[in-house]
């Protein structure tokens, strides 16, 4: 056996070696999410035979409790014990439960009221793979209301189910996108560079921002039109969309001329790069500030390739998502009654 081939032989017997440790490990976290739901059914059925219910169901979880963490730890406290009941209740069917997630990733879950949202997270983390700490961040971050802002819920959930694959660049790109990530400090004002610079130092999490179908290209990609020079800041491919997305980052507020070098950055790429098979490139101005009804009237009112985004260094709060949420409805509410006068 040549020393190469000896090499390929030992390197397929590590992975056959650790795809099984992988697997073992996904089976145990497995067992412990049956194990909790399993718990949760005891718990929830013996409360049905408590003649008085209200009080019986703390009784039982604290003298369970009481039973259980001496001999087997934390892990069965009043208040895991009392997560496991609402576990069984949220999921009662034990063959709906998806193996991929493990018991911490269920957790954070259950703290999501709403059902849509709930499920909506659930797919997701299963589709990209995300670990218990990339799903958090994304809860935390407000993933789901920001998609909404620029999409009706049934495309959202539609899209996460495989219903669908996305046809529109806003059925996967955020506004605004939350950049809390970078770890920059609070500042009046930044230069595009500083925030370039702290990109690429995030790349693999800033990939995670950007959403499904993601690969990075190109930072500074130089394009020469006769005797000038442009640089574009990044250059991405999304597999979802077929196409290049370009990215040019401003730390102020946006200005029409920003769209205009935008614009002619998507046209270079459509005539020069884009295969024939490919979809039309997309352009995304990630941008402090903007304005909405200026950047309408600056571009073409069939529009689908340039976007511009609101970035934020800072996560926002779930109150403050749902309030622009409602806004961004009643916009378009207003536009509608507005649109059906003037056809009147």
């Not at 992988?22 to 059914?41: C, E, P, S, T």
């Not at 169901?57 to 009392?82: H, M, Q, T």
């Not at 990609?221 to 196409?243: A, G, Q, S, T």
């Not at 009804?293 to 709060?317: G, H, R």
Request: aromatic fraction near 10%.
């Amino acid at each position: 056996m040549s020393k190469t081939m000896r090499k390929t032989f030992i390197s397929e017997i590590k992975e056959i070696i650790n795809q099984s440790r992988r697997a073992a490990i996904r089976n145990v976290d497995f067992q412990r999410v049956l194990m909790y739901w399993h718990i949760g059914k005891g718990i929830f059925e013996e409360e049905q035979h408590g003649k008085e219910r209200a009080y019986y169901g703390d009784y039982l979880i604290k003298n369970l409790a009481k039973e259980l963490e001496p001999e087997y730890g934390s892990g069965f406290s009043v208040r895991i014990l009392e997560i496991s009941r609402q576990f069984y209740r949220t999921y009662p069917i034990a063959n709906a439960l998806r193996s991929q997630l493990n018991w911490s990733q269920y957790r954070l879950l259950l703290r999501i009221g709403n059902q849509d949202k709930r499920e909506y997270y659930l797919l997701e983390a299963i589709n990209n793979s995300w670990t218990g700490r990339e799903l958090e961040r994304q809860i935390n971050s407000g993933l789901y209301e920001r998609l909404l802002l620029s999409n009706n819920k049934e495309a959202v959930l539609s899209v996460a189910r495989k219903e669908k694959m996305p046809e529109e660049p806003q059925e996967i790109i955020k506004d605004p996108m939350v950049l809390e990530f970078l770890g920059l400090e609070r500042k009046a004002k930044y230069y595009e560079r500083d925030l370039e610079t702290a990109i690429i130092n995030h790349l693999q999490i800033f990939l995670l921002e950007l959403g499904n179908g993601f690969s990075f290209v190109a930072r500074q990609k130089r394009i020469l039109l006769e005797d000038d020079e442009f640089f574009v800041d990044l250059v991405f491919y999304n597999r979802l969309l077929r196409c290049f997305v370009i990215i040019e980052i401003k730390a102020q507020k946006l200005t029409h001329q920003d769209l205009g070098q935008l614009q002619m950055y998507v046209n270079y790429y459509d005539r020069t790069e884009k295969l024939p098979k490919e979809n039309p490139t997309i352009g995304i101005l990630l941008c402090a500030d903007k304005n909405n009804t200026a950047v309408k009237f600056a571009l073409p009112e069939d529009n689908k390739t340039i976007l511009t985004s609101q970035y934020q260094l800072y996560l926002p709060t779930e109150k403050q998502l749902i309030s622009e949420v409602k806004k961004d409805l009643e916009r378009y509410r207003m536009g509608s009654q507005q649109d059906n006068g003037d056809e009147k």
